[in-house]
Structure formats: structure tokens, C-alpha cells
């Protein structure tokens, strides 16, 4: 799928994975929405990318992925304003083992929203053009984070949703691909703030760091090649792929009918 004269939605576009995903997008000849509840990031990096690509290129709205309304008016805007969505990348997360009702509701709450929200766009069943979806998950998708159980139940959650509706979308005929990302430690915000947020788990930030050291950490552009893989190679529905320094691996699961 060459991207040229595509349009794709992104959330948590702002800052670390969703800046990194709106550029490699937008290099690749994308338009793009970048969505984010955090407008002062968002217009800063809508201002430098006008500078590089011209303002028609992108759109910033300011969004909360918690929120069914504005995630709505987001992408009608954007369907208004570029005509229509190929690609929709929920990308917005957080940490918080206190919080953790919070981390539900934007990390896998916030997927299944904007999921269910794009059909209406994007479904060849609604009248879109089908297209392709990548959520992101985590290594913690595939794997437990002791530090950080509910976290890690949130990212399965995106996996095993994002599985299903790969092949309810072949069963149904919508056209649209679905694919998780997989990454392991990147340096960002979410991963540099986490430490005062294990809450009740915070006694295993020891045991967390050694994990880190033991895989090291991801460089921003491994990660948003990864996101264009899963985004242009049309073989891949499905997949859950995992990224890791200097390796990546398209994951396999028991068969169990
Ligand atoms: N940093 C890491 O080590 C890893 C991160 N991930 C996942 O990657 C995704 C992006 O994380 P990072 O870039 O590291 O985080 P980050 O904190 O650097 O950026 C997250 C962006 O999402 C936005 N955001 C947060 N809550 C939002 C909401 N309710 N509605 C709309 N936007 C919201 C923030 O304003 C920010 O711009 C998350 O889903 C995270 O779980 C996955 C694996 C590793
Ligand atoms: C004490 C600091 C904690 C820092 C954690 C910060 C961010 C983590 C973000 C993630 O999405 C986690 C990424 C990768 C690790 C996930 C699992 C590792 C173990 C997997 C396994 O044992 O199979």
C-alpha cells in the first residue's frame, strides 16, 4: 500500500510513539490528523511540520481518547477536511499502576472507542474505502511486566482485540486490516515518568530496571519502521509484531480450534 494520497488519523500524535509514527507517515507522502489531548505539544508540532511539509498536509485536534464525543467530532473533521481515513493508528497510552482504572480507560477503553468509530469511516460496509489499523500495544502485550500488572492486562487486551477484529473484518468483508504493535523499552515521557507511578508495585522497580538493562533500549526510528511495515505490507492482518533493539518478530499463537 504506497501512501502517497493517503490520510491517517493519530493518537497521542504529540509526543514519543506518535510523533515518531506521524512523521515516517507523512515522509512516506500521508496527510495526517494528529490528535492529543495535550494542545500546547500538538500545535508546536503541527507549526514544524507546516515549516516542512506545508499546512495542508496535517491537521492538529485536540482530543481525549477517553472521551466517545470528541474522538467522533475528530475523526468527522478530518474525514470533512481530507475527504476520507485509510489509516487509523491508536497510538495514545499511559502508565499508572495508581490510576489504574484511568490506564483502562485510555489504553484499551480508548482503543475499542476509536476502533469502533473508524468503522463508520472506514468499513467498506459503511461505505469507506476499507484501510488499515494499527494499534499499540506493548511488549507487555505479549508478555508480563511484574512492576505493572494492570498495564500489562491492558496491552494483552489491545492484542487479543486487535486479533479479533482482524478476522471478524475478513469474515465480514470491511476491508480493513488490523495489526498491533509489539515494542519493548522506549526512551519517552511515559517510559522516563514511570517510575513514580508503580504505585502498590513500586518495591519491583529494581527488578524492572534489570529487565531494561537485560533488553536495552529502542531507538524512536525502529519503532515507526515497524509501524510503516504493518502499515504498507497488505500480507499482514493479524499480526502481532514484536520490536526490540536490532530485532523484530512477527509473533505466532497456539491454534486452539
Ligand atoms: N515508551 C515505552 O517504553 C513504550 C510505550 N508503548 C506504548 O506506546 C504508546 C505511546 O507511548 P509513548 O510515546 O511512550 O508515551 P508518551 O507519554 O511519550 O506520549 C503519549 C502521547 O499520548 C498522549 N495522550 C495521553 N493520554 C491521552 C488521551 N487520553 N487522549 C489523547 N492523547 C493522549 C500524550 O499527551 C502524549 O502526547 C502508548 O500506548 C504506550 O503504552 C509501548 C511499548 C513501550
Ligand atoms: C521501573 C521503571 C519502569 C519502566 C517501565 C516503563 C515503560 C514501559 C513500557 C512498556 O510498554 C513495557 C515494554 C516492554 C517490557 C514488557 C515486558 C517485559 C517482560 C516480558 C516477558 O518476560 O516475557
Keep these: 500500500m504506497a501512501l502517497n494520497g493517503k490520510i491517517a488519523v493519530v493518537t497521542g500524535a504529540a509526543m514519543g510513539i506518535g510523533k515518531a509514527i506521524t512523521e515516517i507517515l507523512m515522509q512516506n507522502g500521508a496527510k495526517v490528523a494528529l490528535l492529543d489531548v495535550n494542545k500546547t505539544a500538538g500545535d508546536s508540532l503541527k507549526e514544524a511540520l507546516d515549516k516542512q511539509y506545508g499546512q495542508e498536509k496535517t491537521m492538529f485536534l485536540c482530543c481525549n481518547v477517553e472521551s466517545e464525543e470528541q474522538i467522533k467530532a475528530a475523526f468527522q473533521k478530518t474525514a470533512e477536511t ?142 515507526a519502521e515497524s509501524v510503516l511495515e504493518l502499515v504498507t505490507d497488505e500480507t499482514k492482518n493479524g499480526e502481532a509484531l514484536l520490536v526490540m533493539p536490532k530485532r523484530k518478530q512477527y509473533m505466532t499463537f497456539p491454534s486452539i480450534i
Design 82 to 223: 481530507f475527504g476520507k481515513i485509510d489509516i487509523l493508528c491508536n497510538n495514545a497510552g499511559m502508565l499508572n499502576e495508581s490510576t489504574w482504572e484511568k490506564t483502562i480507560s485510555i489504553n484499551l477503553v480508548g482503543v475499542i472507542r476509536g476502533t469502533y468509530l473508524a468503522l463508520e469511516h472506514m468499513s467498506k460496509l459503511s461505505g469507506g474505502q476499507g484501510g488499515v489499523i494499527i494499534n499499540t500495544a506493548s511488549m507487555a502485550g505479549l508478555g508480563p511486566l511484574p512492576s505493572c500488572p494492570v498495564y500489562t492486562a491492558t496491552k494483552h487486551g489491545v492484542v487479543g482485540f486487535t486479533r479479533a477484529m482482524a478476522a471478524a473484518s475478513t469474515a465480514s468483508g470491511y476491508g480493513i486490516r488490523f495489526n498491533s504493535l509489539c515494542p519493548s523499552f522506549v526512551q519517552t515521557d511515559l517510559f522516563t515518568t514511570t517510575k513514580s507511578n508503580l504505585g502498590q508495585f513500586s518495591n519491583l522497580a529494581d527488578m524492572t530496571q534489570l529487565i531494561i538493562d537485560k533488553l536495552g533500549m529502542l531507538n524512536m526510528s525502529e519503532v
